[in-house]
C-alpha cells in the first residue's frame, strides 16, 4: 500500500523522479536509445510555457538537421479518433516552421507539450504535427513512415495517452484513483490489531524479525489505497491504445513510456513499472512475464530466444486494429529493423529466412479474414486479418530436425525499391518435398475456420494415391481417437481433390520438464490447395500436426505419388519441387 496522492504537479515530479532513476541506474542495452546519432527528420520545438501543468506552450516546427545529433526529445502516441483535428499538410508546412496554433490543437497534444516543458526538455515529436497527412501514401508519409525505429527508439521518454480514445481528453489525471476496494481512513491502532501472518520456523536460535505492517513514514492519519495487482493490465495493456497496431511497436521501441489514463498515470521502462499510486514497489515485482516491453532485453540474447520473441510479438501484433488494411507490414517495419540487426537475417514479408520452417506453421487463433487487396504471400501472417499464433517449440534447438524438405528458393517482391519491411507485391517459396494429397470420406465440402481433426480411414480405390481421412470438428479438448490435428489459417477451407499434406520437420517434445520424462513424437507440416490452371504451384490454407505413431507410413515418400501437373519437377533426390505463393 502507498499513500494516495492527488495533485498532477506531484504526478510530473514523480516521473521526474522515474526518468532520473532509469537514466542514472538502468544499462543502456536495456533503456538506452537504439540510434545515438540519429533524430526524426522533424521536431517541435516549444518556446514558452504557461503556469501550471495545463499551460498552453506556444510552439513551431523546426527541421532536425539544425539542432545537435544529441538532441533529446519526447514523443506522444495516442489513438486519432473520429474527432477531426489539425494536422501538417503541405498547404501549412511553412507556415508550421514559423508557428504552430497551439490552441487548435486537441488538449492531449497541448498538455504533452506542458509535460516535455516540465520534463526539463524543450523537444517533441508528434506523428500528426511531424508528417504530411495529406495523403497517406505521399512521398512524405512513406519516407517518414519507415524511420519509426529511429523516432521512437532514440525517444528520452514516450508519452502515452493509454487510456483515450482520441485526443480530446487532457492527460494529467483530474481526479483522484477510485480502486475497487478501499479504506477512506485506515489508523494505525486498526492496523496493530489485524492478525499478523504465521511466522514460519526459524533455524536460527533467535526469534525471526517480523514485517512491519505500517510504513515507517506512516503517521496515525494517513490514508491508504488498495491497489489491485490487476490495475496494469485493466488500464494499461487492455486500454484503447494497445489496440492500435502502430502502438505495439512504438511501446516496444521506446525505451521509457509515461502512460497517462482517466485516474492514474503509470511508468514503464525495460526494467520497471510503476504507478503513481505505488512509485516505488509492487508493479516492479510484478512485470508480466511475456509482456511485449519486458522483451527488449531478448534483443541482446541469442537468435533462437529471438525468433521466439518474434513469434510472441506476432501473436499480439497480428490482432491489432489497423485504420488502413495495406499498413500490415509498414506497421511493424521499425521492429522488424531492430531484430534484423540482431539476427543478421533475411526478411521475408514478416518472416524470416534462417527459421522459415517454423515461421511457416502459423494458424489462426479467431476467425481471420482477407484484405480486399493483395497484401502478402499466403504462407505470410500479414495475408490474413486477424489474430495467429504458433507451435509450441521445443526446448532446445536439437530436439527439432528438419525432415524431406528443403528450400530451394525464397522471394518477395517490395512495392518500394530498397524498402525491404514496407510492402510486398508479391512472393514465393518454391521448395522440394513429399506432398499428400488428402481425401475426406465425406467428399467435397466447406470446412469452418477453427481446428478440426482427422482420422485416417480406409483406402479409396478410386484415388488410389490420396490418403483417406474422416473428420471431427470441435474444440481442443474433444476427446476422439485422432492421427492428425488440422488448424486453419483462412477464413475457411473448401476441402476438395486439391487439398495436400506437406510435412515439413518432426518434434521431440519433453513430456515433462527433464529429459528423464522422455519425449513425445510430432510431425508439422502445411495444409496445401493447388491452384487450379497452373503447374506445381500451391497456397497455404493452414497448418497440421500429427501426434500419431504411424506417421511412418502415412508420410512415407513411398507413398507420395503426384501427378503431371501437380508438381514443377523432381530433383536430385526424387523430391517434388513445387512453388507456395
Not at 474527432?83 to 504552430?100: A, K, Q, V
Not at 476427446?479 to 492428425?484: E, G, L, P, Q
Request: hydrophobic letters at 35%; glycine letters at 6%.
Amino acid at each position: 500500500m502507498g499513500s494516495c496522492t492527488r495533485r498532477s504537479d506531484d504526478t510530473i515530479e514523480q516521473a521526474r523522479i522515474w526518468l532520473d532513476d532509469c537514466l542514472l541506474q538502468h544499462s543502456p542495452d536495456y533503456c538506452g536509445p537504439k540510434h545515438c546519432t540519429e533524430l526524426p527528420t522533424r521536431l517541435i520545438e516549444i518556446e514558452s510555457i504557461g503556469s501550471g501543468v495545463d499551460g498552453v506552450a506556444s510552439a513551431r516546427l523546426i527541421r532536425s538537421i539544425t539542432l545537435p545529433a544529441d538532441t533529446k526529445y519526447t514523443t506522444l502516441s495516442h489513438c486519432w479518433g473520429s474527432t477531426p483535428f489539425f494536422t501538417l499538410s503541405d498547404g501549412n508546412l511553412e507556415e508550421m516552421y514559423r508557428s504552430i496554433p497551439v490552441a487548435r490543437l486537441p488538449p492531449a497534444f497541448q498538455d504533452a507539450m506542458s509535460i516535455t516543458l516540465k520534463l526539463g526538455q524543450r523537444y517533441i515529436w508528434i506523428d500528426s504535427l511531424c508528417i504530411i497527412q495529406d495523403s497517406l501514401g505521399s512521398a512524405d508519409w512513406v519516407a517518414e513512415s519507415r524511420k519509426m525505429d529511429v523516432v521512437y527508439g532514440n525517444s528520452y521518454c514516450n508519452l502515452a495517452a493509454t487510456g483515450f480514445s482520441d485526443g480530446q481528453q487532457p492527460l494529467p489525471p483530474r481526479a483522484p484513483v477510485q480502486p475497487g476496494f478501499r479504506f477512506p481512513e485506515l489508523s494505525l491502532d486498526a492496523l496493530d490489531r489485524l492478525p499478523r501472518p504465521p511466522v514460519p520456523e526459524s533455524s536460527s536460535h533467535d526469534p525471526p524479525e517480523e514485517e512491519p505492517l505500517v510504513p515507517s513514514h506512516a503517521t496515525r492519519h494517513s490514508t491508504y489505497c488498495i491497489v489491485s495487482a490487476n490495475d496494469w493490465d485493466r488500464q494499461v495493456s487492455q486500454a484503447p491504445l494497445h489496440r492500435r497496431a502502430w502502438v505495439i511497436q512504438e511501446q516496444m521501441l521506446a525505451p521509457r513510456i509515461l502512460h497517462f489514463t482517466e485516474t492514474q498515470v503509470f511508468w514503464e521502462c525495460s526494467l520497471r513499472r510503476y504507478s503513481r499510486e505505488i512509485p516505488q514497489g509492487a508493479f516492479q515485482s510484478i512485470t508480466a512475464d511475456g509482456a511485449l516491453k519486458s522483451m527488449a532485453p531478448m534483443w541482446m540474447s541469442e537468435k533462437n530466444p529471438l525468433y521466439s520473441a518474434w513469434f510472441y510479438l506476432i501473436r499480439e501484433y497480428s490482432g491489432a486494429d489497423l485504420t488502413r488494411a495495406s499498413d500490415k507490414l509498414p506497421a511493424i517495419s521499425g521492429l522488424a529493423k531492430i531484430f534484423q540487426r540482431k539476427l543478421d537475417d533475411e526478411y521475408l514479408a514478416g518472416l524470416w529466412k534462417g527459421n522459415i520452417y517454423t515461421g511457416l506453421l502459423w494458424f489462426a487463433i479467431d476467425r481471420v479474414s482477407h484484405p480486399s487487396a493483395y497484401r502478402a504471400p499466403s504462407w505470410s501472417w500479414a495475408s490474413v486479418d486477424g489474430r495467429v499464433r504458433y507451435f509450441q517449440q521445443p526446448r532446445r534447438p536439437e530436439h527439432k530436425r528438419v525432415i524431406v524438405t528443403a528450400i530451394e528458393e525464397i522471394a518477395t517482391f517490395t512495392e518500394r525499391q530498397g524498402d525491404l519491411f514496407g510492402p510486398v507485391s508479391g512472393g514465393h517459396i518454391r521448395l522440394a518435398g513429399f506432398p499428400h494429397q488428402a481425401l475426406l470420406s465425406g467428399g467435397p465440402g466447406v470446412l469452418p475456420g477453427r481446428a478440426w481433426y482427422l482420422r485416417q480411414a480406409k483406402h479409396d480405390s478410386a484415388h488410389p494415391d490420396a490418403v483417406c481421412f474422416e473428420t471431427y470438428v470441435g474444440p481442443t479438448s474433444l476427446k476422439v481417437s485422432r492421427d492428425i490435428e488440422v488448424f486453419p489459417s483462412v477464413p475457411e477451407i473448401y476441402w476438395d481433390q486439391n487439398i495436400f499434406f506437406l510435412p515439413l520437420f518432426e518434434q521431440f517434445l519433453l513430456k515433462g520438464k527433464t529429459e528423464d520424462a522422455g519425449f513425445r513424437r510430432k510431425v508439422s507440416g502445411l495444409v496445401l490447395r493447388r491452384e487450379k490452371g497452373t503447374i506445381g504451384t500451391y497456397t497455404k490454407v493452414g497448418v497440421f500436426r500429427s501426434p500419431s505413431s504411424s506417421l511412418d507410413e502415412m508420410f512415407s515418400p513411398d507413398t507420395s505419388r503426384l501427378q503431371e501437373g501437380e508438381f514443377e519437377r523432381k530433383d536430385g533426390e526424387g523430391r517434388y519441387v513445387i512453388r507456395i505463393i
